[in-house]
């Protein structure tokens, strides 16, 4: 897979006013121009920023965003320490999404739903948002390439379930298409039963890279209803880890109504989320795990977002 590179500016090698340097943090914020390289041979994933971006949900006790709050009333902490946010927005943004429809054998019963599925959160689209659709079993394959259309390509109806799951591999492949995008709001949402069989790249590794990328992932439980026991617990777990580390959420298995109500519940809130940025006063580059915490003074909301990220490592 070839390597996905973009330009990074070094606020440190730049000797401009404080009211400058500003400007150009939050240019850099904007566009949200990340180095990334990866090498799924190797397993190998790389992403550096001279700045850490959070997109955060913040919901009431009925589980509706919140909108209205204001920058003085977040607070970040990496590692324990606060952290000077340095950029806050607010307002209604636009978000790009890939959505992945499992087709592996283990879907055979389900392949139609997790269409239906897919088209109901492009109905929800809004005029500057965009989506793309892949679908995985033993490969991973683009159905319809970004677009801000309801309609849904025809080969989604030629979808057979079939073969292998490579989840995790798909969750990379997402990361990556995502991470070209200029949109600052972005997410993966998961239409599958979870048990993953025959990716090159581990759970982890999938989750690493969609951290460092500021990715949201959203996870439907597919399975049967049926399904029970060990191989239940675990297929949940899996997508559980994706959704509750990356500030998500995770589906269980539902269908007609509840359904649609679940992805016109994540249209509107991938729209009013609060992004933040700062640059970590931990300027080591050790590749260790940066634990991250959001907290709001308002009492009785819930936050979402990603728990950390992994520093750069130095060469």
Known sequence: MSDVKCQKLSLHRIAVSPFLRVLVLLFTAHFSLLTVSAQINDDVIKVESSIVVLNATITDTKG?????????????FEDGQEQKVQFFESQSAPFAAVILLDTSGSMEQRVSLARSAAISFLDGLRSDDVAAIYNFDSKVSLVQDFSNSRDINEKVFDLKAD?????????HKATLELAKRT???KAIIVLSDGADTQSKLSGDKALKAALLSNITIYTIDMSAV??????????QAALKNFAEKSGGVFIPTAGG????????????????????????????????????VLRVSRPNLTIRTRKGYN???EK
């Open 226 to 235: 049926d399904t029970g026991g060990r191989e239940r617990i675990q297929s």
């Open 64 to 76: 509706k965003p919140t909108a209205g709050l204001k920058q003085t009333q977040f607070k970040v």
């Open 257 to 292: 109504g509840a359904m649609r109500e679940a992805f016109k519940n994540i249209v509107e809130e991938l729209g009013i989320q609060y992004t933040l940025g700062y640059q970590p006063s931990n300027t080591k580059k050790d590749g260790k795990w940066r634990a991250i």
């Open 163 to 171: 073969g292998m799951t490579r989840l995790n591999d798909a969750v």
């Open 311 to 313: 520093a750069p490592k």
């Open 183 to 185: 949109e600052k709001r």
